[in-house]
């Protein structure tokens, strides 16, 4: 699913905010670290259950030993799950340092025996981003405040020396482990843009404000469930994706129906298609190929 575009014809509620020299820009700062790829794929099972036993065990420990490495790899994880209905029968995600590494993975993939009897049915490209919105604030602000010119090559200096603070400071949230939990719910959305609201001609103090409290509702649910936002404007074709992992599913439910009725959510979110898997180690990749749970 697609947002559409802004006509410009379209009369919106929101007045759009006049541009001056002197005015806050209105593009918040972001940090970014693991370049992110989900793979979807359907399973041809008839034709997997044709072959000989002795060649679907070796095509089966073939693909479990590339995806035993993968998953212990220091520079970005992989892990595979059981996709639940009828969106796809597995999801690989990704965590890799760049969009080349990625590539590669794809490719490693792609060369195993184990491909011939897998069909992409969709894909995701993204990047692990946290947006600093109250960050971002208090830097434009204090720049201002000392006359600096925005977007100026001194402003872009300073900007550029903070967010490397930041980033050290936060490199655990942007270069994660994969979570270890059973269950994953991963989706697409996007802010309203277009339409009687439009996100992007809020002040940006007003998207701080409702961000922070869209965080609060997050924020309760720490220890039950592990989140991981990406950032895919330019990537792919929503905004953001979103990772949940958690070991007991209904929080899935739980939070994003709380969420529904922040005021960011409830006003600004679109969302895309939603895709729940059960975990599946290297080492339960034969069983599930038999059509066994992973355990």
Not at 36 to 41: A, D, E, P, S
Request: hydrophobic letters at 40%; aromatic letters at 10%.
């Amino acid at each position: 699913m697609s947002v559409r575009p802004e006509n410009p014809m379209t009369t919106s509620t929101v007045p759009l905010r006049p541009q001056t020299a002197a005015e806050i820009p209105a593009v918040p700062l972001t940090t970014e670290g693991y370049s992110v790829l989900h793979q979807m794929m359907r399973f041809r099972w008839t034709a997997w259950r044709a072959l000989p036993d002795a060649e679907r065990q070796s095509i089966a420990r073939e693909a479990a030993t590339v995806l035993a490495e993968m998953e212990k790899t220091s520079s970005g994880q992989s892990a595979l799950f059981s996709l639940i209905g009828h969106k796809g029968d597995l999801m690989f995600v990704h965590f890799r340092n760049s969009f080349a590494d990625l590539n590669q993975t794809e490719l490693k993939l792609a060369r195993l025996r184990l491909s011939d009897y897998v069909e992409p049915t969709s894909s995701y490209l993204s990047i692990i981003e946290l947006g600093l919105y109250d960050s971002t604030l208090k830097i434009y602000k204090e720049l201002m405040d000392q006359g600096i010119q925005p977007h100026s090559d001194q402003w872009k200096a300073e900007i550029e020396c903070k967010l490397n603070r930041h980033r050290e400071a936060m490199h655990p949230r942007l270069f994660p482990e994969i979570p270890p939990n059973r269950y994953l719910c991963f989706y697409p959305m996007d802010r309203r843009r277009g339409e009687a609201r439009n996100w992007y001609t809020l002040p940006l103090e007003e998207r701080a404000r409702q961000m922070n409290e869209h965080g609060l509702v997050g924020r309760r649910y720490a220890g039950e469930v592990k989140q991981i936002i990406t950032g895919s404007i330019g990537f792919d074709d929503w905004e953001w994706g979103v990772d949940l992992f958690a070991d007991d599913p209904l929080v899935f439910k739980k939070l994003i129906y709380e969420m529904r009725f922040d005021h960011v959510s409830a006003v600004y979110a679109l969302f895309g298609q939603f895709y729940v898997g059960v975990r599946c180690p290297a080492t339960e990749l034969g069983n599930l190929l038999n059509g066994e749970l992973p355990k």
